[in-house]
């Protein structure tokens, strides 16, 4: 009923944590930036970014290079890379619409069951926040599919909010590590890379 609303007109700015020689041939143009395809990835396929907070992908940088890894891609010298992004047809799970379009989506999936016959997966973690979203991204990736299937506009970007972390202090209603991400599905969508202005505080 709202479909003209969908299409969100505006830019905005996302940080991907990543290794600085990534980050250096991402601005340059000389490598891609990939889309993750993770079972995971609790916003399903895409290119991720922090919406509006370098702070909060630098983080996660630094968290990776402090695991072991022998991936071709690990971060051993962590950095961030600045994109500008326009958000294009979002599904923004922030918005009533797309929320309920979600929930469709689990109901149909929930039904029918997944594509191999085996049960839904479910989301995983030691945590409250559950970092392992692997039922979020099957619900995901089956409402793209609905979309396709009943010839409806591909998303091209997904937005939520993701309350990460303990309370920021006792008894809050924040997280330590609150932020918002976009998973850019559509690469063209992603306008320009820069290399963000560190300032001193």
Same mark, same amino acid.
């Not at 891609?73 to 918005?95: E, K, M, S």
């Given at each position: 009923?709202?479909?003209?609303?969908?299409?969100?007109?505006?830019?905005?700015?996302?940080?991907?944590?990543?290794?600085?020689?990534?980050?250096?041939? +991402?601005?340059?143009?000389?490598?891609?930036? $990939?889309?993750? *395809? !993770?079972?995971?990835?609790?916003?399903?396929? =895409?290119? %991720?970014?922090?919406?509006?907070?370098?702070?909060?992908?630098?983080?996660?940088?630094?968290?990776?290079?402090?695991?072991?890894?022998?991936?071709?891609?690990?971060?051993?010298?962590?950095?961030?890379?600045?994109?500008?992004?326009?958000?294009?047809?979002?599904?923004?799970?922030?918005?009533?619409?797309?929320?309920?379009?979600?929930?469709?989506?689990?109901?149909?999936?929930?039904? +029918?069951?997944?594509?191999?016959?085996?049960? $839904?997966?479910? *989301? !995983?973690?030691?945590?409250?926040?559950?970092? =392992?979203? %692997?039922?979020?991204?099957?619900?995901?990736?089956?409402?793209?599919?609905?979309?396709?299937?009943?010839?409806?506009?591909?998303?091209?970007?997904?937005?939520?909010?993701?309350?990460?972390?303990?309370?920021?202090?006792?008894?809050?209603?924040?997280?330590?590590?609150?932020?918002?991400?976009?998973?850019?599905?559509?690469?063209?969508?992603?306008?320009?890379?820069?290399?963000?202005?560190?300032?001193?505080?």
């Amino acid at each position: 009923m709202w479909d003209l609303y969908q299409n969100q007109p505006t830019f905005v700015l996302g940080f991907h944590g990543c290794d600085a020689a990534i980050a250096e041939k +991402i601005v340059s143009g000389a490598e891609p930036i $990939l889309q993750s *395809n !993770k079972p995971y990835d609790w916003l399903g396929s =895409g290119a %991720y970014f922090w919406e509006s907070s370098p702070h909060r992908a630098m983080e996660w940088a630094v968290d990776m290079a402090q695991r072991p890894s022998t991936h071709p891609r690990r971060v051993q010298t962590p950095a961030v890379v600045g994109a500008i992004i326009d958000l294009g047809n979002c599904c923004n799970l922030f918005d009533s619409a797309a929320l309920d379009e979600l929930r469709k989506a689990w109901e149909t999936l929930d039904l +029918i069951g997944m594509p191999d016959g085996s049960p $839904l997966p479910e *989301n !995983k973690g030691h945590t409250p926040d559950r970092l =392992g979203r %692997y039922l979020d991204r099957a619900v995901i990736e089956f409402m793209h599919q609905l979309r396709e299937l009943n010839g409806l506009p591909a998303y091209d970007t997904v937005r939520a909010a993701f309350p990460e972390g303990g309370e920021l202090y006792p008894n809050a209603g924040f997280t330590a590590r609150s932020h918002i991400q976009i998973a850019v599905r559509n690469l063209r969508c992603i306008k320009g890379y820069f290399k963000p202005i560190a300032t001193s505080a």
